[in-house]
């Protein structure tokens, strides 16, 4: 009976992919529907005693958190808006589907953004990399051996690497060395965004508070082989976000930006586009480069300022989470855990 939450979860998963396929934007309404749908076979559910009161609250505490996850992440400029509201629609949808999934430490939350993480992780490292202009990745090779940040990551490893084991152990969260390492990486930007300045004298305090609390555990072999394995899945991951992560760009025809979109390529006053600024003199150009993107002013001083020569001009490319979305949404609902998780079971 309980499968026929399936109806609303497909519904979603199609429309949006198809949404994506065709660049359009998935409306409030067909989220709206899809929860719907699924409120009212929670109703009848309920009513034929097929699920309890307990596990209907559970269901509805699981997709507010998740809606709060997403906000966070839409707030930081990582998905859209409307990504937010399709992951808490999978998340009140999916926990009924399979037994134990409504149980806070089965974190269907996390099993979803895992699953869907997986397939984007794999397809986008290879853009990346293939994107990539020579000279980020012989930076990205240079960091192995510039002793001062490695320094900093491992002292950071270590210290957040503590959280983490509090945040597993309070929540009995199943474990591997993989989602350990990628808590440790998501922590460590989520510090390095808040408090930049600061950061470093957090690591130091909870290295030191590591040391006092988990003294015998430092000292284990158990200790040292799972360090430097997420030792080495952490440093991968930042040189994938923070050195070629950054060239990950495509081409857009100037009169199609809009206001938000992250222009790298800067403007003369004779209207060539360059992706260098060789001149120190700021008023040599019409428009320069911005981090958060640019405004509705910038994008009419955009159209107006280019050489008309120019008809497309390069933007940071914006992921659509959409279609992973719905893979780690039906993932979920078929194999009741993590890719990882599973794949531990299977070769570990």
């Known amino acids: 009976m309980k499968e026929v939450l399936l109806i609303p979860i497909l519904i979603l998963a199609i429309k949006s992919s198809y949404d994506q396929l065709k660049n359009k934007k998935t409306t409030n309404k067909t989220i709206i ?11 009848i559910l309920l009513t034929t005693n097929t699920i309890s009161g307990k596990e209907l609250i559970e269901t509805v505490l699981l997709a507010s958190i998740s809606l709060i996850i997403g906000y966070a992440l839409w707030h ?9 509201k399709i992951f808490a629609a999978y998340t009140l949808m999916i926990p009924q589907i399979l037994p134990g999934l409504t149980t806070f430490q089965s974190a269907s939350v996390i099993r979803i953004l895992v699953n869907a993480a997986i397939p984007l992780a794999i397809i986008y490292s290879i853009k990346i990399i293939a994107q990539s202009e020579n000279k980020s990745k012989i930076d990205a090779i240079k960091m192995f051996f510039n002793i001062k940040i490695i320094s900093e990551y491992l002292l950071s490893i270590f210290g957040i690497g ?49 040391v006092f609390f988990e003294t015998n555990y430092i000292l284990s072999l158990n200790f040292l082989t799972t360090y430097i394995l997420s030792s080495l899945i952490f440093l991968l991951l930042i040189i994938a976000v923070s050195q070629l992560g950054n060239n990950l760009t495509k081409k857009k025809k100037v009169f199609r930006i809009k206001e938000g979109d992250v222009v790298v390529q800067a403007i003369t006053k004779s209207g060539e586009l360059t992706s260098r600024i060789t001149s120190k003199n700021k008023e040599d150009y019409v428009f320069i480069p911005k981090k958060e993107g640019i405004t509705e002013h910038d994008r009419k001083l955009i159209q107006s300022a280019i050489n008309k020569k120019n008809n497309k001009i390069t933007i940071l490319e914006k992921i659509d989470f959409r279609i992973y979305l719905a893979i780690g949404a039906l993932l979920t609902t078929q194999i009741a855990q993590n890719i990882i998780t599973m794949l531990s079971y299977i070769f570990i």
């Open 33 to 43: 529907m899809c929860a719907i749908l699924a409120i009212a076979i929670y109703v």
């Open 76 to 84: 930081y400029k990582i998905w859209s808006s409307s990504d937010a």
């Open 162 to 210: 503590w959280v983490v084991n509090i945040i597993i152990g309070q929540t009995n969260l199943q474990s591997n060395i993989l989602t350990y390492a990628i808590l440790i990486t998501v922590i460590y930007k989520i510090l390095d965004k808040l408090w930049k300045e600061e950061k470093k004298y957090i690591i130091i305090l909870l290295s030191i508070l590591r």
